[in-house]
């Protein structure tokens, strides 16, 4: 058979029915650029593995995305992992979420706590809480995924507390943090291979320069503000910051006099098709999202799976050289880099961004606590009032029911009376 068609091929050409060659050739030409652009745009996979079995990880952003598909491959390792979320561990989709974590990757030691990145005081409470603990608890990884990102053309948004909000949940809030659980993370035993995981996006490249001198009193308020430039600004500074704090935790003597165990990995996972991305590509918007279902096909050939944007951050935490020397890499492509600028490493600059964020934090948390404190003396004085109000219409109504009782009894004497003066006389007769 084969051999027949090969004959006929030979003397009598092509069959009717066979493609036209050209048209076959332009087809495969296609699908393999397809191919092979999916293949270079997806990334690399992360060649490293380190058990993870009882790690305790806690990780922000960990409900979505990258952070989702990070949290799952940690838990399928079996390690603890902390979800630090913005809603409370008893929110019904929250504790869906985790229940359907811990049934596909047979891991119980999933968990989540409350911690609202747009809130400083619920980051202290929680990071207090963390510190507070004797003996210090254990910490392999602490791994900062959440991230805030205003769509094109959208407003500026402030926190509740009046901070712009990237600024707040990107930088400041990871500031606060690290900065409340750095005894935890120092106290750690030294044979532990602590690691501090910071995401990053190469939008940091285009950022503004660093201009700490002109920040508002909460965040940035220039004239210039634009989602674009907000976003890549809260990402340089959180790398600046990153760098100041392997420094800060290298100057740590240990008690056992033993070099520092804990390093900071700063990762960029490329770009990615996560529901972060989807929100800036759409604008927010209906027809937005209609364009990008449209345009799907375009957008899932560019862009990364979250599993594989998670991969650099799986390298950053299983590579076992970057457990090793000097803290502060750049991670991309699951392979060390080097930082496209050079304000990243000025000390200087670390050193004002600090200062101006202690100093941000400490008036915003003062303010805070005394507006608590105000909240919670008027809430006393309205329980009062409300106590006293009770209390008297209590006794009114107390006072009421002794008048009611007291009108029943005059009214019902004269009638007793009649009623013993007919007895009276019924007797005398
Ligand atoms: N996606 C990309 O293409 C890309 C590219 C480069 C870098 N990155 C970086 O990779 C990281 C993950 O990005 P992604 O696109 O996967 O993020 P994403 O899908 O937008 O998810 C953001 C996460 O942050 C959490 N979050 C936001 N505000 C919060 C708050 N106030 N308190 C607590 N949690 C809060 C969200 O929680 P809810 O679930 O409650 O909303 C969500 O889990 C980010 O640091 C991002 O900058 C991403």
Redesign the pocket.
Known sequence: MPLAFVTSLYFDGLPPWFPDPYRLLKVTATLTTLAATKWYTSGRRNPSERNMHGRVVLI??????????TALALAQRGAQVVL????PASDPFLVEYVDDLRRRTGNQLVYAEQ?????LY?VRQFATRWIDNAPPRRLDMVV??????VPPGGERVA?PEGVEGMW???FL?NFHLLGILSPAIRAQPFDRDVRIVV?????YIASPKLDVEAMGRKGWLDEEWTPARA?ARS?LALMIFAKAYQKHLDAYKRPDQLPMNARVVL??????????????LTRGSLWGLLLYLVFYLLVWVL??S?TM?AQSLLYAMMESSLGRGAGGRLVKECMEVDCARKDVDDEDEAKKLWEASDKLIERVEKEQALKRARAKKEQEKRDEEAKNAAQVEEIESLIGSIKKGKAKEAKEAPKKGGKKAKTAGNNVK
């Open positions: 922000t952003g960990g409900t979505s995305g990258i952070g989702a598909a630090l979320t913005r809603q911690v609202d990145l747009a809130d619920s900062l995924c959440a991230s805030a990102m926190t707040m949940v990107n809030a995401p990053t996006c190469s939008s976003y990402k990762v960029d996972p490329g770009l990615a098709r996560t529901p972060g991305t989807r929100r800036w862009l990364k979250p944007a």
